[in-house]
Each structure stands twice: as C-alpha cells, then as structure tokens.
C-alpha cells in the first residue's frame, strides 16, 4: 500500500509561479511511476505531467507544456510539480498519482494506469 499527500497549492496571479509536491510512504517509491492529474470544477479529471521512476522520462500535456516541470526525488520519496506562467485556466485541484511498474523509464499517461491517489491539493491562479 502506498498513500500520498500533496501540499504546497494556494493562491498565485496569473504569471506567477507555485511548486507542490508530493511525498510516498508505505512502500518503496522505486518501481512506482508518478504523475499529476488536475480536475476544474465541473470538468473531467485530466493528466497534466508523468516521470518515470527513473526520473529519466518525462511526459506532458499540450496545455502545460514548456511551463510545467516534474520531477522525483527518490531519496525523500517525493515528486514535485514545478508550475510557472500560470494562467487562470490553471486553476484546479491538482492530484498526485502512483503507476506500479517495473519498467524504469515508462511513464503513465492514462488515468487507469495508476494504483494509488492523494487526496488533491487546490491551486487557484487569480488574474
């Protein structure tokens, strides 16, 4: 069993920036592949970023990419989601999600895939 709990949203302007992160415990965070999912008010839940428990691929959507980064740290069990140029449109409850895997470059793109959810964390980007 793994749980997971985001921390780091809150409230940002629009052009600012904001990192949450996401820290692993009750199991290994090698072998799990990590990614972020974000879900608006009245919207589907969507993929935002992946990382292979490598650390050595990455994978982002259209709408994020270029000013979205992820990352992991493996020693702390604990992957991040480095947001920059938000836009209001960014606003969301951001969700951290764990892929069980054996393959140490793959990342997860699809919500099916992952095993295990935090509990989501609110970022709002005001204008």
Do not use: H
């Not at 940002?12 to 920036?17: E, F, L, V």
């Not at 969700?95 to 970022?123: F, H, K, L």
Request: contains cysteine; glycine residues 12%.
């Amino acid at each position: 069993q793994v749980q997971l709990v985001e921390s780091g949203g809150g409230l940002a302007q629009a052009g600012g920036s904001l990192r949450i992160s996401c820290v692993a415990s009750g199991r290994t965070f090698r072998f799990y592949a990590m990614g972020w999912f974000r879900q608006a008010p009245g919207k589907e839940r969507d993929f935002v970023a992946g990382i292979s428990w490598s650390g050595g691929n990455t994978y982002y959507s259209d709408s994020v990419k270029g000013r979205f980064t992820i990352s992991n740290d493996n020693a702390k069990n604990t992957a991040y989601l480095q947001m920059n140029r938000l836009k209001t449109e960014d606003t969301a409850v951001y969700y951290c999600a764990a892929a069980r895997t054996s393959m140490r470059d793959y990342v997860a793109r699809r919500s099916p895939e992952y095993n295990y959810w935090g509990q989501g964390t609110q970022v709002t980007v005001s204008s």
